[in-house]
């Protein structure tokens, strides 16, 4: 399984309490009794924990773990990727190597 996959386990398993003997890669959020207002809860959470812009209803209780792992890998790529520093302009000198 994926990085991101063994963290949002890690995550149910420390923050909402699910016991890690119930999660497999095909387990879906209903196996787990989990409804969609416990799936907009924990897609804010992995927004906060993963920096992944996920909308609210990007998940369903009938979706397996991996897949909600697989959109994170998605939509954290872009938020997780660094932004470019800009780069600082250079002093302007004259013709005659004075700074102007």
């Known amino acids: 399984m994926s990085a991101t996959y063994d963290r949002l386990v890690g995550l149910l398993v420390d923050r909402f309490e699910v016991d890690r003997a119930e999660i497999g890669p095909d387990t879906t ?12 809860e924990l897609l804010l959470v992995i927004q906060a924990e993963f920096g992944a812009d996920l909308a609210e209803d990007a998940a369903s209780p009938g979706d397996p773990i991996t897949a909600v792992a ?5 939509h954290g790529a872009a938020a997780a990727a660094p932004a ?17």
């Open 29 to 40: 959020f209903e196996d787990l009794d989990m409804d969609s207002l416990f799936l907009v």
């Open 70 to 74: 697989d959109l994170i890998d998605r």
């Open 84 to 100: 470019a520093a800009p780069v600082p302009a250079a002093p302007a000198v004259s013709a005659t190597g004075e700074r102007a």
